[in-house]
């Protein structure tokens, strides 16, 4: 019944602005600055409320925005303005707390566990491995470290980037990181068809 009247609400005000020659949406243009500043502050308070009554959630919210933005291909300008709120979420004691529902104060700590994911995509594939296939984390991994830029022409790298050998694999190359880059499909073509000639 609800989504009727909105549906019938939102109706009326078209038909309205229509007759009346666009005079609702120019008042409405008139307060774009007050609509945005409640809107901020509307969408502030919810999540202000939401870390104070679901402290887990909000760990577990923030846990999971940090990981997507992290690798999220985006300028360094815009990873460095936003670095100071992954640090701030990274922040362990901020969500910590105790049985009694206060917060205790332990140092950070959910970059533990980053950094113990991170050690297993930089010191696996060190054996002589000859796997032809690279695992997508670690195409992740190695396209961040490069700033999500090709490794040759040093363009933005679009979606569907390839992952190379450096060493190629029977030469003597493994699986490792320091062994891959990340280039378009355009270079690898290039690097490829001169590497079977």
Same mark, same amino acid.
């Given at each position: ?112 566990? &980053?950094?113990?994911? &991170? ?42 980037? &390839? ?6 694999? &029977? ?27």
């Amino acid at each position: 019944m609800k989504l009727e009247l909105f549906v019938f609400g939102i109706t009326a005000f078209l038909i309205f602005n229509t007759y009346y020659d666009g005079k609702f949406m120019k008042l409405f243009h008139s307060w774009q600055k007050e609509i945005k500043m409640t809107t901020f502050a509307f969408i502030g308070l919810s999540l202000y409320i939401f870390l104070k009554k679901n402290p887990d959630q909000s760990k577990t919210m923030f846990s999971h925005a940090n990981d997507i933005i992290r690798y999220m291909p985006i300028s360094r300008s815009s990873a460095d303005m936003l670095s100071p709120f992954l640090d701030f979420a990274n922040n362990k004691s901020l969500f910590q707390t105790d049985s009694f529902g206060t917060a205790s104060a332990q140092g950070p700590g959910l970059g533990r566990r &980053e950094a113990q994911m &991170e050690a297993r995509i930089t010191s696996s594939g060190r054996n002589n491995a000859t796997k032809r296939s690279v695992s997508e984390t670690k195409k992740k991994f190695v396209a961040a470290q490069q700033s999500w830029k090709c490794g040759h022409c040093d363009r933005q790298l679009p979606a569907w980037y &390839e992952v190379d050998h450096i060493v190629r694999l &029977e030469h003597g190359g493994s699986n490792n990181v320091d062994n891959l880059v990340a280039l378009c499909r355009d270079c690898h073509g290039k690097k490829t068809a001169m590497e079977t000639f």
